[in-house]
């Protein structure tokens, strides 16, 4: 019984690290779609969003099947409530960009932001890809410091997010409200996409570690 | 064991209808500190949600708990996962009224949206305040008619979401780029609370009725 409960851990682990790879995947598709204003590519990430929704599904059945089958308690029981969460976080990162491919699709053949935001939105896009990345090889690997890049990684996007902000209430600033409603979005998709990698990380370095950090906070 | 699960889930129950009751009325004051430029009404609303992030975290160790010494499957074990699932809803949902709480503090003394938004975000408000109530009594007496009504205002809350972009994309929109994302973003959170309702709503509907709604979409 123990041995099959810890295959089908070794599933679940799997499965969050494939979703995790998609939405990785996505948000390096979303990126470029949105920097370069690439309509087919914002497509493939507005379909590759349904695969994303019934893997996270899928995910969620079978840790609903185990927690049914094998009556997990203390740190197994925590591991299996704790991919129902990690699962829905990877589900809204795949949503975020989605969302981010969908402004690059709506504003087609022009870009979304006008020239002087680029920088910080190819900024924002390449951090969003590099912490999807290292959350794929922290469920992985559990590696620990991995948890902390993201988390560093995430100060700058909020500082980045801000900045839109400052740019887009300066005095400087002469776009349209189309492009402010834009950056707008676009930035707080790109701040959502980092505080769902934040919460996961924080989940498997609890996982790792045995350090209990509140689910909700 | 029967007896105490039942007495458990009645307290899970409970706990869910309390949360859900401060989450509308965070709801329906974060509304009038909106409309009414009340800063202090907008204070209250941010102190409240440490509340209903702290009571949903107890919520989700006792639902943790109940796995762990009931063992429930099935049905049961569907309720309790349920539980969980409805109280992270609930914690986002009061984050997006203290989000309307913090545009309303930001910009006090002034209003947070020019006059010809005000209707709109008035409606905006009246909804939200109105499926968070509904939420409370659906949660309360899973009488499922609510969640009908629930998906029929989230329709009408998806309409006017869209006519706020309408309008600050229209060409008799003379708003500052501070009234444009103000207008995004408080649009946004008011969108995103009824989401979430819909989401706990299509649960409840689900756990009494056996119909099932997947939980990632």
């Avoid at 893997?55 to 740190?75: F, G, K, S, T, W």
Wanted: proline content about 2%; cysteine-free; hydrophobic content about 45%.
């Amino acid at each position: 019984m123990r041995e099959v409960f810890q295959q089908e851990l070794q599933e679940v682990q799997e499965r969050l690290v494939e979703i995790a790879a998609l939405v990785a995947t996505s948000m390096e598709n979303a990126t470029r779609a949105f920097n370069e204003s690439n309509v087919s590519l914002a497509e493939n990430v507005i379909a590759d969003d349904d695969k994303i929704d019934v893997l996270a599904q899928e995910l969620d059945e079978l840790a609903i099947n185990i927690l049914a089958r094998q009556q997990p308690v203390a740190r197994d029981l925590r591991i299996v409530v704790s991919a129902l969460r990690i699962s829905a976080s990877l589900e809204r990162m795949g949503d975020m960009a989605e969302h981010i491919a969908q402004l690059a699709r709506y504003r087609f053949p022009d870009k979304v932001v006008p020239k002087s935001l680029r920088g910080t939105f190819s900024e924002l896009g390449a951090l969003d890809v590099a912490i999807a990345k290292k959350l794929v090889e922290l469920l992985r690997t559990e590696d620990v410091s991995l948890a902390e890049e993201i988390r560093n990684d995430d100060d700058r996007i909020d500082a980045l997010h801000l900045s839109v902000f400052d740019k887009v209430l300066g005095e400087t600033w002469k776009g349209a409200a189309v492009d402010t409603v834009d950056a707008t979005l676009a930035s707080r998709y790109h701040e959502r996409f980092a505080d769902h990698a934040v919460s996961i990380a924080k989940k498997v370095q609890y996982l790792a570690t045995g350090d209990w950090i509140p689910v909700a906070l």
